[in-house]
């Protein structure tokens, strides 16, 4: 499941994950994402907090999963991952090969930090 939130004057958009995924939570952020990037060049930062490494409730999920970060990832400035799991710490390695966004991991209890890292300009 995922909860996210667009917050539309700073382009940050703060994604919660608990328990499996479904495409339907894909079908709904995109609708969210699409919009405001009607209007706006990027998303200025994406901060994904998630206790442990999700996983899909189908095979459907996972492939609106690789679409969403398909038709968005060069629109992402920089992603923060918020977790203590140490999959999801690996997970940024891995997906530096795959996403244009700049990336970072963070534990837990630095959100604040994620998120002002997210929105530093450099």
Do not use: C, N, Y
Not at 34 to 46: A, I, K, P, Q, V
Not at 65 to 71: E, L, N, T
Not at 82 to 88: N, R
């Amino acid at each position: 499941m995922i909860r996210h939130e667009l917050h539309g004057q700073t382009g940050l958009l703060t994604v919660s994950v608990s328990g499996p995924l479904e495409a339907e939570d894909f079908a709904d952020l995109s609708t969210q994402v699409d919009h405001f990037l009607e209007t706006h060049e990027t998303l200025r930062g994406l901060m994904i907090v998630s206790e442990d490494m999700p996983d899909w409730t189908d095979f459907a999920a996972l492939l609106s999963h690789f679409r969403f970060v398909r038709d968005h990832h060069e629109r992402i400035a920089r992603v923060a991952l918020v977790s203590d799991s140490g999959v999801v710490a690996a997970f940024e390695k891995i997906a530096e090969h795959f996403v244009d966004a700049e990336l970072e991991h963070f534990p837990m209890d630095e959100k604040e930090e994620a998120r002002h890292w997210l929105l530093a300009t450099d």
